[in-house]
C-alpha cells in the first residue's frame, strides 16, 4: 500500500517538491481525519507548489496522472455517465470493492478494466481473474472518485435489485402493448418501498449534480431506459427492469400529485425539491402512454436563471437595447418565437421578473405553469374546465393588469384577444412557433388577424435558439475555415476574424469541449417601413431585407458574432439555426 513518505520521495526525486518542503511534509502532525486520507488526498489538500509547472500547484487530478505514470498504468478519469453500472456491479461484490479499494469501470468480452489508486497492490488481481475468466487491465484513478462512486454505484445496484426481489419480476410490465400472461406471483413493486424511494432520491440529485435540464423515463419491452439531457443534447444514464421504473415513475407521480391509478391518459404535474446546495429546484412532470408502458418526462427549471442578467443569458449590447426598448412600452404585443428547448420561457420569465415591480400588476395565464414566481399572478389553462387561453385572457382583462404573458397564441380567438388586449392599454407578452422574426407575422395573418391591426398592436419579435458554448478550460485558437464561416453568413457579407476558438474536451466539460449554453437572437422591432410591407400576401424575404436593412441581425449573423468573440463555434450554429 502507498504511505505518505513514499509518495513525498518520489515527488522530490521526479523534480515536483524540493527537500526541505517534503521535510517539512513529513514532520508536521497529522489529525486523524488527514491520517486517513490516501496520500494524494492529503498532499493535493496542502496545495503545494509545483517545480516543475511554473505556476501551477500539484491538485489531485494532477498527482493521479503523476502516479499513474510513475506505475506505467494509464489513467482513468470516472466519468459517471459513462460508466454501464449494471455491467460493473455484478464483477465483484461490494465488500471486496471496499476492502481493495477498487472499481470495474468497463468489461469487455475478454478483459476487465479496473481503476484502483493503490497501483502496486496486486492481492486481489489473481482472484477476479480466477472467477471472471477474463483478462485484468488495471489503471489508475482518483481515490476520491473511486470511494464515491463506489457507494453510489453498488447502491444503486442494490436497490434495484431489492425492489425487483421484492416484487418476483421475470417478465415485462403491466400495462404493455404486448402483455404476456404470467402465472404466479403478479406483486408489482410498492412506490413507496424504500428501494423506489432511494432509487427516485438517486436520479434527482444525479440529474441536478450534472447539470440535466430534462429527465427522460422510457419504458421497453424488458428495461427501461433512464437518459438526461444535458446542454440540449441527451445522455443514456441507466437501465433498469421495466417493473422497477414503473414503480419509479409511480412514485414520481405520487410526488407530483398526479392520479396514479390513470396509466391511459397523458397527465401533467409538479414537484419541488432542494438540490445539495439547499437551492430549491421546481420540475415539471409530464406522462405518455407507450407501447410498452407510460413514459415519463420531468423538466427540470433552475431558479437562478431568472436572477441572471440579459447579457448573462448571451444578448449583446445592442439585442438587449432593442429588446428593453420595446418590453419597457406601456402598450401593445411582443412575440418571442422559436422551438421547444430554445430558451424561450428562460427569456420570458426575466423580462417578466425585471418588469414586476410594486407598481405594476403583472399577470400570466401558462399551459402549464412553468415556473411559480411569487412577484407574478399565474393562471394555468385547464381544457377539462374551458378554461383556455382566450377565456382565461379574457377573465385577466377584468384583473386591472398592467403586464399580461400569454402562453402561446394558438388560434384566432387567442390572437383576438391578446390584440384586444393592446389594444386597451396592456402591454402583452407572448409566444409564436416560427422558425425566425419575420415569420412570426405571416403567421398571424395565416391565423386571420387583419394587417392593419398587426401594424397597430405589434412592437416586435424576437426569435432565439439556444447554442452550447465551448468550455472555457480547454478551447483553443485555430485558424478560420473560410467556407465555414462563407457558409455561415451568406448572403450577407460580415467581416472574418483571423483565427476561432475550436473545442478540445477536459474533465470539466466531459471531453465534449462544451459546457453550457447561450442564446442567439433575432430582433425584428416594428418600423414604418416594416409596416408598409405587411399586407394580406406579403413577401417574407422582402420582409426580412428591409428588417435587416434597420439593424436586426439574422440567427446566423448573431452565431457568426458569438463565433467570432469566442463563445461557440461555427458547426454549433449551423446545427441549431434555419438557413
Not at 445592442?318 to 411582443?334: A, F, K, L, Y
Not at 397564441?409 to 419575420?438: F, K
Request: aromatic share 6%; glycine share 6%; charged share 25%.
Amino acid at each position: 500500500m502507498l504511505d505518505l513518505a513514499m509518495v513525498v520521495s518520489d515527488l522530490v526525486r521526479t523534480l515536483h517538491l524540493d527537500q526541505a518542503t517534503a521535510d517539512d511534509i513529513l514532520s508536521s502532525p497529522r489529525t486523524p481525519e488527514q491520517v486517513r486520507l490516501h496520500p494524494l488526498e492529503y498532499l493535493a489538500s496542502l496545495e503545494l507548489k509545483d517545480l516543475s509547472r511554473k505556476g501551477k500547484k500539484l491538485d489531485i487530478e494532477y498527482l493521479c496522472q503523476w502516479l499513474a505514470g510513475l506505475a506505467e498504468q494509464s489513467y482513468f478519469h470516472i466519468d459517471p455517465l459513462k460508466i454501464d453500472v449494471t455491467a460493473i456491479t455484478p464483477i465483484m461484490s461490494h465488500a471486496y470493492a471496499i476492502r481493495h479499494e477498487i472499481l470495474a469501470v468497463e468489461v469487455t468480452n475478454s478483459e476487465i478494466v479496473v481503476a484502483s489508486a493503490q497501483p502496486w497492490h496486486r492481492a486481489w488481481e489473481d482472484n477476479l481473474r480466477h472467477v471472471s475468466r477474463k483478462n485484468i487491465r488495471r489503471v489508475v484513478a482518483n481515490p476520491t472518485d473511486i470511494r464515491r462512486y463506489t457507494i453510489e454505484f453498488y447502491r444503486l445496484a442494490q436497490s434495484v435489485m431489492g425492489a425487483s426481489s421484492d416484487s418476483g419480476i421475470t417478465s415485462a410490465s403491466l400495462n404493455n402493448f404486448e402483455q404476456m400472461l404470467e402465472l404466479g406471483n403478479m406483486k408489482a413493486p410498492d412506490a413507496n418501498d424504500q428501494h423506489i424511494v432511494n432509487i427516485v432520491d438517486w436520479l434527482l440529485q444525479y440529474a441536478f449534480e450534472q447539470r440535466a435540464s430534462d429527465i427522460h423515463i422510457e419504458p421497453r419491452r424488458e428495461q427501461c431506459n433512464l437518459r438526461f439531457r444535458i446542454d440540449g443534447v441527451l445522455h443514456s444514464i441507466y437501465q433498469m427492469p421495466a417493473k422497477v421504473a414503473a414503480a419509479v415513475t409511480s412514485r414520481l407521480k405520487i410526488l407530483g400529485r398526479m392520479n396514479v391509478a390513470e396509466k391511459r391518459k397523458p397527465q401533467d404535474g409538479r414537484l419541488k425539491t432542494r438540490n445539495a446546495d439547499g437551492y430549491e429546484i421546481e420540475l415539471r412532470l409530464s406522462t405518455l402512454p407507450t407501447a410498452f408502458g407510460e413514459k415519463l418526462v420531468m423538466r427540470i427549471f433552475d431558479p437562478e436563471v431568472l436572477v441572471k442578467s440579459f447579457s448573462d443569458l448571451g444578448f449583446s449590447r445592442e439585442d438587449e437595447r432593442r429588446w428593453n426598448v420595446m418590453s419597457t412600452q406601456p402598450n401593445g404585443i411582443i412575440l418571442v418565437t422559436g422551438p421547444t428547448g430554445s430558451g424561450k420561457t428562460t427569456t420570458l420569465y426575466s423580462t417578466l421578473r425585471q418588469l414586476a415591480t410594486d407598481q405594476v400588476n403583472v399577470c400570466t395565464i401558462e399551459d402549464p405553469i412553468e415556473m411559480v414566481e411569487p412577484s407574478f399572478n399565474q393562471m394555468q389553462v385547464q381544457h377539462n374546465i374551458d378554461l383556455t387561453f382566450a377565456s382565461g385572457l379574457r377573465a385577466l382583462l377584468r384583473q386591472d393588469p398592467d403586464i399580461i404573458m400569454v402562453g402561446e397564441i394558438r388560434d384566432l380567438e387567442t390572437a383576438e384577444m391578446a390584440i384586444q388586449a393592446a389594444l386597451t392599454g396592456h402591454l402583452v407578452i407572448s409566444t409564436l412557433h416560427t422558425n425566425d422574426a419575420p415569420s412570426a407575422l405571416t403567421r398571424l395573418l395565416e391565423l386571420g388577424v387583419p394587417p392593419y391591426l398587426i401594424k397597430n398592436t405589434v412592437l416586435g419579435v424576437m426569435a432565439q435558439r439556444l447554442v452550447r458554448t465551448l468550455c472555457p478550460n480547454c478551447k483553443e485558437k485555430t485558424p478560420l475555415d473560410t467556407s465555414g464561416w462563407k457558409a455561415l453568413t451568406k448572403p450577407w457579407s460580415a467581416s472574418a476574424p483571423a483565427e476561432v476558438y475550436r473545442p478540445v474536451g477536459c474533465l470539466d466539460c466531459r471531453e465534449t469541449g462544451y459546457r453550457g449554453r447561450a442564446g442567439l437572437y433575432e430582433i425584428l422591432t416594428m418600423s414604418d417601413q416594416v409596416k408598409g410591407l405587411i399586407n394580406e400576401s406579403p413577401d417574407i424575404s422582402l420582409l426580412s431585407r428591409q428588417c435587416i436593412k434597420e439593424g436586426m441581425y439574422s440567427l446566423r449573423l448573431s452565431g457568426a458574432q458569438k463565433v467570432a468573440n469566442g463563445t461557440t463555434t461555427i458547426e454549433e450554429v449551423m446545427r441549431v439555426t434555419p438557413e
